[in-house]
């Protein structure tokens, strides 16, 4: 595997499931980021993790979870969403936090669909 | 407030040129980049700029003035596979990273 991966790609889940999105990195990156992206909306930051620190939480709900074991891997725990929860959760990585000139390179997403 | 402008949407011509704009108003700057989005995929890195002028990277070149808080997007000799949405994001003085909504770029034969 190369790049950034996610899993599922799709998933559809009733409001009074528990589901978690896994995203990992092949690239040797310290900082790994979840984004919510809905359409014609700019994507919207939900969490950075540096160093496997959070450093960001932009007031997303706590219906949203998020863990980061290790500095590859990077967990969204989701439980009783609302359907206008629904959208691509995208996870991105970069090399670190807090420095300029860092592209973010981004996995294929998860459609997420809540019922 | 931070904010980031692009057109919605652009249509142009197989093999011709087009201009993608955004204007940006951040507390703070340091850095431009511009990424492309084909429908369903991950958007995907093309460019950065920091200072200003422009930077060419074969077909796609970008321009950035920090003065005018103002980045264009220059493609050439457009493709079919050019069709794509292209997303402007500044890095603001915390290098916390804003993005604009995006511009769907729609190619016609």
């Known amino acids: 595997e190369t790049g950034v991966t996610q899993t599922p790609r799709h998933l559809v889940m009733g409001m009074t499931n528990k589901k978690s999105l896994k995203c990992e990195q092949h690239l040797g990156h310290n900082a790994m980021y979840w984004y919510k992206q809905s359409a014609k909306k700019p994507l919207e930051l939900m969490f950075v993790y540096n160093f496997k620190e959070q450093t960001e939480n932009n007031s997303v709900p706590s219906r949203f979870s998020p863990e980061c074991p290790n500095s590859s891997h990077l967990f969204l725990h989701l439980h009783t969403l609302q359907p206008e929860d629904s959208a691509l959760y995208l996870c991105?990585?970069?090399?670190?936090?807090?420095?300029?000139?860092?592209?973010?390179?981004f996995g294929p997403g998860t459609r997420l669909t809540v019922t | 407030g931070q904010n980031i402008d692009q057109p919605t949407e652009m249509t142009a011509t197989e093999g011709a040129i087009v201009q993608i704009n955004c204007t940006y108003q951040?507390?703070?700057?340091?850095?431009l980049f511009w990424y492309q989005q084909h429908a369903g995929e991950a958007p995907t890195f093309l460019s950065y700029?920091?200072l200003d002028g422009l930077e060419e990277k074969g077909r796609f070149s970008s321009f950035l003035s920090r003065s005018k808080g103002y980045s264009y997007l220059l493609l050439k000799e457009l493709q079919m596979k050019d069709s794509a949405s292209y997303l402007c994001?500044?890095?603001?003085?915390?290098?916390?990273?804003?993005w604009g909504a995006g511009t769907k770029l729609i190619i016609k034969p």
């Open positions: 991105a990585s970069s090399q670190e936090v807090g420095t300029g000139g860092y592209e973010q390179y």
């Open positions: 951040t507390s703070g700057f340091n850095g």
């Open positions: 994001a500044v890095y603001d003085s915390n290098y916390q990273l804003i």
């Open positions: 700029n920091v």
